[in-house]
């Protein structure tokens, strides 16, 4: 398990990885952009001023059904859009809804894990009395199994979970902040580990209703339907407005009523005491039954 780290470690720690992090997000860096992440160039200048930087940013390293994952947690919104716009969209100088407080990259090129095998490669063949190491080669086996060098990384921002505020969620402001920052981490963990293991499975509706059940379960100990209907916009089956019509565009009278049912049959299945992750798969497995 890699070190975790926090405030300004966080951004010198991801930008000696994922050197592109260096650049200010704009037309003129993008071809910049392009020799660090597809050439593994460094960067001309390493500079990370476009960021304020919180001392309560974090990086974690989680490991997961689905293999280990960076998380980072940003504090600051506009920290949040300018390393989304770098990470997520090549560099460039794109709006970042406002609605969108997390996000998965899946599939991030690491050159360090290229240079450090090349390296050890060199070394390797030099020690057994090989004069010229094929390593253009040996470059193409290596990166033929993306596994070796593409990372996975969960960015989150800050605030309250699903824009609830405090009182519904019947705690303190400092406290739902950082029950959201539970329900948040584990909601996407969740999404990374469904998306990776059961890639054929993959519904918009069905992996919300799981990511948000697990992710209330990691932050209070126990399932609350109640609370994931609040999240979705449905009280007593009914749809009333929230963040359930982001995912689907049919009627949802009938929909609020059967996710109603299937958050009632999550409560009688999650137990307490199980692992987070134990507890993804096995909603994620009921699927056949219950959706």
């Known amino acids: 398990m890699k070190k975790n780290l926090s405030g300004k470690e966080v951004y010198t720690a991801l930008a000696e990885v994922y050197q592109q992090l260096y650049l200010k997000p704009a037309e ?6 392009a020799d660090i992440v597809r050439c593994g160039e460094d960067a001309e200048v390493k500079d990370l001023s476009h960021f304020t930087m919180n ?29 989304l716009r770098i990470m997520a969209n090549k560099c460039k100088a794109v709006p970042i809804p406002s609605t969108q407080g997390a996000s998965i990259l899946d599939g991030v090129i690491n050159w360090t894990k290229i240079y450090d095998h090349r390296d050890e ?39 309250p ?38 890639r054929d499975k993959i519904d918009a509706v069905w992996d919300e209703l799981v990511a948000d059940a697990v992710g209330i379960y990691a932050a209070f100990g126990k399932f609350d339907p109640e609370m994931e209907e609040i999240f979705l916009g449905i009280k007593d089956g009914r749809y009333e407005g929230g963040r359930l019509e982001n995912y689907v565009k049919e009627d949802l009278s009938e929909l609020s009523s059967k996710i109603s049912g299937i958050l009632k049959a999550f409560r009688d299945m999650i137990k307490e005491g199980r692992d987070p992750y134990e507890t993804a798969i096995l909603l994620e497995e009921s699927k056949d039954d219950l959706w």
């Open 121 to 159: 490669f060199l070394r390797s063949e030099t020690e057994k009395g090989n004069p010229e190491p094929d390593w253009d080669e040996e470059f193409k086996r290596f990166t033929s199994d993306k596994k070796n060098y593409l990372d996975a990384l969960i960015v989150l921002s800050v605030g």
């Open 55 to 83: 001392e309560r940013d974090k990086l974690e390293y989680l490991n997961t059904p689905a293999g280990e994952v960076c998380c980072v947690t940003i504090y600051e919104r506009e920290d949040f859009e300018t390393f």
């Open 28 to 33: 003129e860096g993008r071809e910049e952009y």
């Open 161 to 198: 979970y699903s824009a609830i505020p405090a009182s519904k969620a019947g705690v303190s402001e400092d406290e739902w902040i950082r029950l959201s920052d539970t329900i948040r981490k584990y909601h996407e963990c969740t999404h990374f580990i469904c998306r990776r293991k059961y």
